[in-house]
Every structure is written in structure tokens, then in C-alpha cells.
């Protein structure tokens, strides 16, 4: 095998080996909180850990509250600085630092409609969304954030075709005009603030 041709097949391969080291990462960080809580069975020390695991708990099921230090003291009954101590050697980050992460990868879900299209071009694909997935995310918007926040409904933006073409049949001018109906329908029936983009109003395809 020449050095172009081995070169050409590193370069195919790398992506599979980029994502195989970052699962190889994440095992070898599990496996060493494991170890680090095995090693460390003093009384003291487990109970910090249960309350970290306990505060990963309170922060996922209250990241859109606003949460303080005074606040988490008071719910586990803990001092703060002790408990972001250990919480950064465990968890190689702070307690804020943590709480920001889980509200970006939530804030990154609200987006999912956007690519539930996507084929092998991206967007610019005639691949059809599957209803059932369709389903799951409007019902999420409005479970997940009940109670909770306000959420913004919205069926595309500029970056996108026009929602009755992707969530619609345009085929004949009866069905335009149901399904663009159908869209507006669904969109103001939900709770949260819909967003029409320009000319969607118009039934524009």
C-alpha cells in the first residue's frame, strides 16, 4: 500500500476513531468516579458523594428555577463550598458550571424540529419527517416545560423551506390550503408564543 493510499484511508477512518476515543474518555471518567468512591468509603466522604448524586438530581429536575448556592444549601442541608469542592473533584467541574451545561442541552432540544427532515444533504432534501417523531416533539414542548417556562412555537424560520411545504401537501391547491390551515391550527392551540415567519401567513410555499 503506497503512503497516498494509506493516508486517503486515515482520513476515512477518522471520524469512527474520533468518536471511538471520546466513548473510550467517558467510560475511563465513569470508571474512575467508581473507583474513587470505592477507595474512599470513609462515613464522611460516601455521604458527600450521595450528595452529589443527590444535587445532580436537584438540578436537573429545576434547571429552569433560578438556582443559588443559599438554595442548594438549604435543600440538602449542606455547606456549598464543600460540596462544589467535591463536586469538581469528582465531576472535573463546578456546580454552576454543570447547571449551565444541562440548560444549553435542553435549550438545544427545543430545536429539534428543525432537523427532523434533515437527510443526506441536510435540509435540502425531499426526505419526509415521520409523524410519530413529529408527535414526540410538540408533545415535549408542552410537557417538559409546563409549569415551568414559556415556550416559543414556531414551525421554521429563515434558514428553512416554508412550513407548509415540509409539514404539508401543496400537490393541488385543496390540500394547500387545509394543510396551511392545519399548521396555523395546531401552532395557536399550543401554550407558548407563536412565531410566524414572514409570509407564512400568506400560505406561501
Known amino acids: 500500500m503506497g503512503i497516498s493510499e494509506y493516508t486517503k484511508r486515515l482520513e476515512q477512518y477518522r471520524p469512527a476513531l474520533a468518536n471511538l476515543t471520546g466513548l473510550l474518555l467517558m ?45 442548594i444549601e438549604n435543600e440538602l442541608l449542606v455547606s456549598f463550598d464543600h460540596l462544589n469542592r467535591i463536586f469538581k473533584q469528582i465531576y472535573g467541574q463546578t456546580i454552576f458550571s454543570y447547571l449551565t451545561q444541562i440548560r444549553i442541552n435542553h435549550a438545544k432540544d427545543q430545536f429539534d424540529l428543525m432537523d427532523i427532515d434533515a437527510g443526506q444533504y441536510g435540509k435540502w432534501t425531499t426526505k419526509k419527517y415521520a409523524l410519530p417523531e ?39 391547491p385543496v390540500f394547500w390550503n387545509k394543510s396551511a390551515k392545519m399548521l396555523a391550527t395546531c401552532l395557536m392551540f399550543m401554550q407558548g408564543t407563536p412565531y410566524i415567519y414572514q409570509g407564512d401567513e400568506l400560505k406561501k410555499a
Open 27 to 71: 467510560e475511563l471518567s465513569r470508571d474512575y468516579v467508581t473507583q474513587l468512591y470505592a477507595a474512599k468509603k470513609s462515613r464522611k466522604y460516601t455521604r458527600s458523594m450521595n450528595k452529589t448524586i443527590e444535587l445532580i438530581h436537584y438540578m436537573h429536575n429545576n434547571y429552569s428555577n433560578k438556582i443559588t448556592g443559599e438554595k
Open 134 to 172: 413529529l408527535k414526540r416533539i410538540l408533545s415535549k414542548w408542552q410537557t417538559d416545560l409546563r409549569e415551568r417556562a414559556w415556550n416559543s412555537l414556531f414551525w421554521g424560520n429563515h434558514d428553512q423551506p416554508r412550513a407548509v411545504s415540509r409539514f404539508g401537501d401543496t400537490s393541488n
